[in-house]
Nanobody, 120 residues
Framework: QVQLVESGGGLVQPGGSLRLSCAAS????????MGWYRQGPGKQRELVAV???????NYADSVKGRFTISRDNAKNTVYLQMNSLKPEDTAGYYC??????????????WGQGTQVTVSS
């Protein structure tokens, strides 16, 4: 089995920055899309950003121009650089990946989540 391990969350003041990381816990045969989702208090989980294996990116309108998603395929790691953070960015942030541990069909995996709190 494989886990997606997230790190980098925390408390930051409005206007500040954080960088989230998510890495697979073991060697992976293949990874397709990797992404970040978030779920705020009383809200549904929503897509923040996604990046394909070829580097194509897509962002939620609410984070365009402030957040940047990137990946290191050699390390099976995806990053989310968050700048100009706002209180409404406060949420649990969850890593997601489509991957196969061994040759065969890919499955969808989720990380355990990391909390981001934007407050003065």
């Amino acid at each position: 089995q494989v886990q997606l391990v997230e790190s980098g969350g925390g408390l930051v003041q409005p206007g500040g920055s954080l960088r989230l990381s998510c890495a697979a816990s073991r060697r992976i045969f293949s990874i397709n899309d990797m992404g970040w989702y978030r779920q705020g208090p009383g809200k549904q989980r929503e897509l923040v950003a996604v990046i394909s294996s070829g580097g194509r990116t897509n962002y939620a309108d609410s984070v365009k121009g402030r957040f940047t998603i990137s990946r290191d395929n050699a390390k099976n790691t995806v990053y989310l650089q968050m700048n100009s953070l706002k209180p409404e960015d406060t949420a649990g942030y969850y890593c997601n990946a489509e991957l196969a541990v061994v040759p065969g069909p890919q499955d969808n995996f989720w990380g355990q989540g990391t909390q981001v709190t934007v407050s003065s």
